[in-house]
């Protein structure tokens, strides 16, 4: 079965500065889709950023940026010029691409500090 | 634009009785999921359904049953309620193209 591991239960950044949250996965298959969600204290789950496996281009989006590593099986999330709303709980996620199963990891909360 | 929907938000359950999460969407996704979330923890898939009348079971699915006999609903029903089904209910569905879930607002539920 596919795992998603996230080593860093909490990380803390200063407001402007730059925080990377990192992410491995376990999967014995080839084409998949890698995403990073965001979990702000309402609960709601907001996608972050998306990256397909196939894809050798790393994903960006505005401050957000991931640094895939498919040989090493590592996602790791990178924020810039954090930002206090940046604060939640931020969760890896590994998806199949058949979509019949959609694995999380455990989450990392982050805190920004003004 | 409601996305997905999910009824009730809140719930008080005594240990024994049952009730039945409601999950609706409107996006016409054939996937769709429901996930637990306890206190500090990840997501952890209870059931999933690829279609209108399939389903199957995710990692935690004791306790709990589905059902999908239209594409927009995915009811979760839970029997006799335990305490260790307190948790928050995420619903959601997912966009074939892309592979990105989208999330009802979650349901908390109790169990005392």
């Given at each position: 079965?596919?795992?998603?591991?996230?080593?860093?239960?909490?990380?803390?950044?200063?407001?402007?500065?730059?925080?990377?949250?990192?992410?491995?996965?376990?999967?014995s298959?080839?084409?998949?889709?890698?995403?990073?969600?965001?979990?702000?204290?309402?609960?709601?789950?907001?996608?972050?950023?998306?990256?397909?496996?196939?894809?050798?281009?790393?994903?960006?989006?505005?401050?957000?940026s991931?640094?895939?590593?498919?040989?090493?099986?590592?996602?790791?999330?990178?924020?810039?010029?954090s930002?206090?709303?940046?604060?939640?709980?931020?969760?890896?996620?590994?998806?199949?691409?058949?979509?019949?199963?959609?694995?999380?990891?455990?989450?990392?909360?982050l805190?920004?500090i003004? | 634009n409601a996305?997905?929907?999910?009824?009730?938000?809140?719930?008080?359950?005594?240990?024994?009785?049952?009730?039945?999460?409601?999950?609706a969407?409107?996006?016409?996704?054939?996937?769709?999921?429901?996930?637990?979330?306890?206190?500090?923890?990840?997501?952890?898939?209870?059931?999933?359904?690829?279609?209108?009348?399939?389903?199957?079971?995710?990692?935690?699915p004791?306790?709990?049953?589905?059902?999908?006999?239209?594409?927009?609903?995915?009811?979760?029903?839970?029997?006799?309620?335990?305490?260790?089904?307190?948790?928050?209910?995420?619903?959601?569905?997912?966009?074939?193209?892309?592979?990105?879930?989208?999330?009802?607002?979650?349901?908390?539920?109790?169990?005392?």
């Amino acid at each position: 079965a596919q795992t998603v591991t996230q080593s860093q239960p909490e990380m803390s950044v200063q407001e402007a500065e730059t925080v990377t949250l990192s992410c491995t996965y376990d999967t014995s298959e080839s084409d998949y889709y890698l995403f990073w969600y965001k979990q702000p204290p309402s609960r709601q789950m907001i996608l972050v950023i998306r990256q397909e496996a196939y894809k050798q281009q790393n994903a960006t989006e505005n401050r957000f940026s991931v640094n895939f590593q498919k040989a090493a099986k590592s996602f790791s999330l990178k924020i810039s010029d954090s930002q206090l709303g940046d604060a939640a709980m931020y969760f890896c996620a590994y998806d199949r691409r058949t979509g019949n199963q959609f694995y999380f990891g455990t989450g990392t909360s982050l805190t920004v500090i003004p | 634009n409601a996305g997905v929907t999910q009824t009730p938000k809140f719930r008080i359950l005594k240990i024994g009785q049952s009730m039945t999460l409601q999950c609706a969407q409107d996006m016409n996704h054939n996937y769709m999921y429901w996930y637990r979330q306890d206190p500090g923890m990840g997501l952890k898939l209870i059931y999933y359904s690829v279609g209108a009348g399939i389903t199957d079971k995710g990692e935690v699915p004791n306790g709990y049953n589905v059902s999908r006999s239209t594409t927009e609903d995915f009811p979760l029903r839970l029997e006799l309620a335990a305490p260790s089904q307190t948790s928050v209910y995420f619903c959601a569905s997912r966009m074939a193209y892309t592979g990105e879930l989208f999330f009802g607002e979650g349901s908390r539920l109790t169990v005392l």
